[in-house]
T-cell receptor, first 117, second 109 residues
Framework: DVKVTQSSRYLVKRTGEKVFLECVQD?????MFWYRQDPGLGLRLIYF???????EKGDIPEGYSVSREKKERFSLILESASTNQTSMYLC????????????????FGPGTRLTVT | QKEVEQNSGPLSVPEGAIASLNCTYS??????FFWYRQYSGKSPELIMF????GDKEDGRFTAQLNKASQYVSLLIRDSQPSDSATYLC?????????FGTGTSLTVIP
């Protein structure tokens, strides 16, 4: 059974605080992703990583950074939280696409609802 | 132009009817196509994936892919009130996944 876990379901932080969101997967997936989801805007990719210590910017990386020191763990860091970063944060993982297998299903963690006051 | 487009709905169907959800995508190089169900306040749950043109059936769900027309659809037969959720279409290109904004489905008892 696939499993992606996130460190917190709900989090309340103050403006200017440094915030760490942790994500762990136990499926030995190479690729990991951080999204935020806001009403009317859908899922927006913040960062993704296709290997340990590798990262790529997504559509909205400003104000965020990431860390991937181990294959199973992908952390999202809000350097100085702001109220416009109040959102649902979703972590996901997947295998890379493979021509023979074509299996690239992506699985999500339960999400962290972050409120910045 | 957005990578993936869906009709946001809301779509309402009576219990027992067929619900039809549609999605179009812009990148002809897209390789894999997915449907996720998301209940309010929960994370997306993968319910179907399809890689080849044609139909793929899994229980009450059928995914249909037409690469020439660049659309993918999801049919839900014998719709149940528990199917009421937002359905997200996603497309995989290389290492990235692109999501539509979702279609809200309500199944009326």
């Amino acid at each position: 059974d696939v499993k992606v876990t996130q460190s917190s379901r709900y989090l309340v932080k103050r403006t200017g605080e440094k915030v760490f969101l942790e994500c762990v997967q136990d499926m030995d997936h190479e690729n990991m992703f951080w999204y935020r989801q806001d009403p009317g805007l859908g899922l927006r990719l913040i960062y993704f990583s296709y290997d340990v210590k590798m990262k790529e910017k997504g559509d909205i990386p400003e104000g965020y950074s990431v860390s991937r020191e181990k294959k199973e763990r992908f952390s999202l860091i809000l350097e100085s939280a702001s109220t416009n970063q109040t959102s649902m944060y979703l972590c996901a993982s997947s295998l890379p696409p493979d021509r023979g297998r074509l299996k690239a299903e992506q699985y999500f963690g339960p999400g962290t609802r972050l409120t910045v006051t | 132009q957005k990578e993936v487009e869906q009709n946001s709905g809301p779509l309402s169907v009576p219990e027992g009817a067929i619900a039809s959800l549609n999605c179009t995508y812009s990148d002809r190089g897209s390789q894999s196509f997915f449907w996720y169900r998301q209940y309010s306040g929960k994370s997306p749950e993968l319910i179907m994936f399809i890689y080849s043109n044609g139909d793929k059936e899994d229980g009450r769900f059928t995914a249909q892919l037409n690469k020439a027309s660049q659309y993918v659809s999801l049919l839900i037969r014998d719709s149940q009130p528990s199917d009421s959720a937002t359905y997200l279409c996603a497309v995989n290109t290389g290492n990235q996944f692109y999501f539509g904004t979702g279609t809200s489905l309500t199944v009326i008892p």
